[in-house]
């Protein structure tokens, strides 16, 4: 009935409805966001004690949106715009160097990576919540010779 591969992806994916409490243990899930948009701020280098270094900048995304009753066929209506912030942290040695050199402000990226939620105290000792991406991945879309 199925081909042998899509058994095989099926098994790999689907969580085993099994009384073995390994079999629980070992439920697949995913994090992965990607996003399309411009650098906010050249990016900057940090290094924590005893922490490896990290490159992080900023990348806005924007979100259209047109209002009135028939948004898709009437021309007619406000157009409206959203733009949000993205943190962007690179980890890895080789994207991290990469990104600190060629990552520029105004550059169009595609970043792929996964979405973190941490906390942290700030320097009043306020407890604050950030929402980082921790890129895997970029993309220039924007020709590394231009200035944007």
């Known amino acids: 009935m199925f081909h042998r ?5 099926f ?3 689907a969580r085993c409805q ?3 409490s390994l079999s629980a243990i070992l439920e697949r899930s995913m994090n992965k966001v990607q996003l399309l948009g411009r650098v906010g701020q050249d990016p900057v280098m940090r290094q924590a004690d005893g922490k490896n270094p990290v490159t992080i900048f900023s990348l806005a995304t924007n979100e259209l949106w047109r209002s009135g009753e028939n948004e898709v066929f009437q021309p007619a209506g406000d157009v409206n715009q959203k733009t949000t912030w993205h943190r ?7 994207l991290r160097d990469v990104a600190y050199q060629h990552v520029k402000k105004g550059a169009r990226l595609l970043v792929e990576g996964k979405i973190d939620y941490g906390e942290y105290t700030d320097k009043n000792n306020v407890r604050r919540q950030a929402t980082t991406i921790i890129a895997d991945n970029i993309i220039f879309l924007t020709d590394l010779r231009d200035k944007p």
């Open 18 to 20: 099994s009384t073995d």
């Open 5 to 9: 591969p899509v058994l095989q992806v």
């Open 88 to 94: 962007v942290s690179v980890f890895r040695p080789g």
């Open 11 to 13: 098994r790999q994916f």
